[in-house]
């Protein structure tokens, strides 16, 4: 019984040695990944809904990405359509529209500043509580 369950355990870890989580995966592929090829992508989830009043309406959001977004990342960027739910500190699950903003930038200073300057000026224009962000390492081909 005991070999049985020792070639058990050892075949079950040989199947799984190949395993990896996703962070170690991007990881390893940023690595084999050409120096002129690494980038960081990072996606902003902003809200629609203000807190006392009207939702942000898609003229006011295109105003944002035309008024604030492009300025800063005229390479280009990507806006999805989401819908976000959160469990509020009432134990309520609250829900709303949302943008997802996705940016394929070089990780430096500047674009550290125009991500958290995007940040800033959303919650305060439209009175939020916070602008989500994701950040992980990519390798990009054109």
């Not at 058990?8 to 170690?24: D, E, K």
């Not at 819908?83 to 009432?90: A, E, K, M, V």
């Amino acid at each position: 019984m005991k070999i049985r369950t020792g070639l058990a355990a050892a075949v079950l870890a040989m199947a799984l040695s190949g395993c990896t989580t996703p962070s170690q995966k991007t990881v390893a592929d940023t690595q084999s990944c050409k120096a002129e090829n690494q980038m960081q992508q990072t996606t902003l989830y902003f809200g629609l809904s203000r807190p006392a009043g009207k939702d942000i309406t898609a003229q006011e959001w295109q105003q944002f990405v035309d008024r604030d977004v492009t300025p800063r990342f005229k390479d280009g960027l990507t806006v999805f359509d989401a819908r976000g739910q959160w469990l509020g500190n009432d134990g309520i699950v609250a829900r709303e529209q949302s943008k997802a903003l996705m940016l394929i930038h070089g990780k430096d200073a500047q674009s550290e500043t125009n991500i958290e300057a995007l940040r800033g000026v959303y919650k305060s224009r439209f009175a939020q509580e916070s602008v989500m962000r994701v950040d992980q390492p990519v390798c990009v081909q054109f």
